[in-house]
């Protein structure tokens, strides 16, 4: 049992490996000196209320304002709160929960759509894969979600426009990944590090017709360090941070599809690990603009997804060195696998780049939108609709030539 469940909750119970408190309380943000999460304090998280918390916190607040503090059935599992779906939904207007089958929640109302599998972490908001901190929870058959999603996740994607302190957009720093000695991966066709000059490139010409101002990392086949990359938004006002790489799997060339990344809260463990470790605690520069580069993230994804034919392997979390670093908003986006025969042809294709490129750059301006106006960005199914539909992609059976020396040699 964590040592903080008795400071949350009289009547703690056990239920298999999981500790369960159950009471009608305020949330632990607006209880003053408590916190998420660790259940063991370190001497930074006595202080107070820390900034990451004050940001979670500043995310779920206007939710929790909206309605009586006692309306929301906390939950603690291992030392976490959990919100109840049911009262998520109701809270949304999603209405009632139907079972596609026992393992999935599916809600839908008001213009927003959530699906939840019970101990998984995927969650699918709005047609897109978001990848949860937690796990969502079930017992005595009722659903919880932890409050670090809700507030982290679920309240950004379903309400962007209330997100408070956006910074102004005034630079878009696109990071070509690789360069130089660094390869990156490779595809039948080409190295990573120069498709990815060629997207950002492409990115960057879209940008620059509405007027961005935009910088590159890097704009030749040269070698940055990762902390310079991120160096270079962190020197400027008003910056977001793009990082543009593709992706590539060891064992298998069945990996595919598009996946973007933000920085991970402080606290919750990246996608790729199960548990929490030591180094979750860190608060990384990147984490000042949690909210911010989830929005990003979220904005720049529905683009991608919604303009282009490409599996949906979902907004997630790492933390990767130029994201966690970079203390602006900043993004990572892997455009496909090299190693998968059907991605890789679609990236040797120029006119698919070309297209890769206007969807980032419209998820990009759709972020400014959000930013600069409170507007919310588009999502997958205006995208999706006709009248919005980009041009479709050749598909040819045969592998496209190697492109290489036309990447290389692209005009600046
Ligand atoms: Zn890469």
């Not at 900034?51 to 916190?57: F, N, Q, T």
């Not at 620059?208 to 006002?237: H, M, P, W, Y």
């Not at 986006?333 to 006119?351: C, H, M, W, Y």
Request: glycine share 6%; aromatic share 8%.
């Amino acid at each position: 049992m964590p040592s903080n469940a008795s400071t949350f909750s009289s009547g703690a119970r056990s239920s298999g490996t999981k500790v369960a408190t159950r009471e009608k309380r305020r949330p632990a943000c607006l209880r003053p000196s408590s916190r998420i999460w660790p259940p063991r304090q370190t001497r930074a998280e006595n202080q107070p209320v820390r900034h990451w918390l004050r940001l979670a916190c500043l995310a779920a607040l206007p939710l929790l304002f909206s309605i009586p503090a006692h309306a929301w059935d906390i939950k603690s599992f291992s030392g976490r709160d959990h919100v109840p779906l049911d009262e998520i939904a109701t809270f949304y207007g999603l209405g009632e929960a139907t079972s596609p089958d026992t393992n999935t929640r599916s809600l839908k109302g008001s213009g927003r759509e959530l699906i939840a599998t019970l101990n998984s972490r995927e969650m699918e908001i709005d047609g897109i894969k978001h990848w949860l901190a937690f796990p969502v929870m079930e017992e005595s058959g009722h659903v919880y979600v932890s409050r670090l999603d809700l507030g982290k996740t679920i309240e950004p994607a379903f309400r962007p426009a209330r997100i408070p302190d956006f910074p102004a957009v005034s630079t878009v720093v696109l990071d070509p990944g690789h360069g130089g000695k660094d390869n990156g991966a490779r595809s039948p066709y080409e190295h990573e590090k120069n498709f990815a000059l060629d997207v950002a490139r492409r990115v960057r010409n879209e940008l620059q017709k509405s007027g961005v101002r935009v910088i590159l990392t890097r704009n030749s086949d040269s070698f940055i360090e990762l902390a310079d990359r991120a160096g270079v938004a962190n020197r400027l006002t008003n910056s977001i941070f793009v990082s543009l790489h593709f992706n590539a799997a060891d064992a298998s060339q069945a990996a595919n599809g598009f996946e973007i990344y933000c920085v991970t809260p402080r606290g919750a463990p990246s996608t790729a690990y199960e548990q929490i470790h030591t180094r979750d605690m860190v608060e990384e520069n990147g984490n000042e603009h949690d909210i911010h580069s989830f929005a990003l993230a979220n904005a720049i994804y529905h683009a991608m997804q919604g303009r282009m034919e490409m599996f949906d392997r979902g907004v997630k979390r790492a933390r990767f060195a130029v994201i966690r670093l970079a203390g602006v908003p900043s993004v990572l986006i892997e455009g496909g696998f090299l190693t998968n025969p059907s991605d890789a042809r679609k990236v040797a294709s120029k006119q698919w780049r070309d297209n890769y490129a206007a969807s980032i750059a419209r998820g990009i301006l759709e972020y400014k939108k959000l930013a600069e106006l409170h507007i919310a960005p588009r999502e997958v199914a205006a995208y999706r609709s006709p009248e919005l539909a980009p041009p479709p992609v050749a598909e040819t059976s045969k592998p496209a030539p190697v492109p290489g020396v036309t990447l290389r040699d692209l005009p600046e």
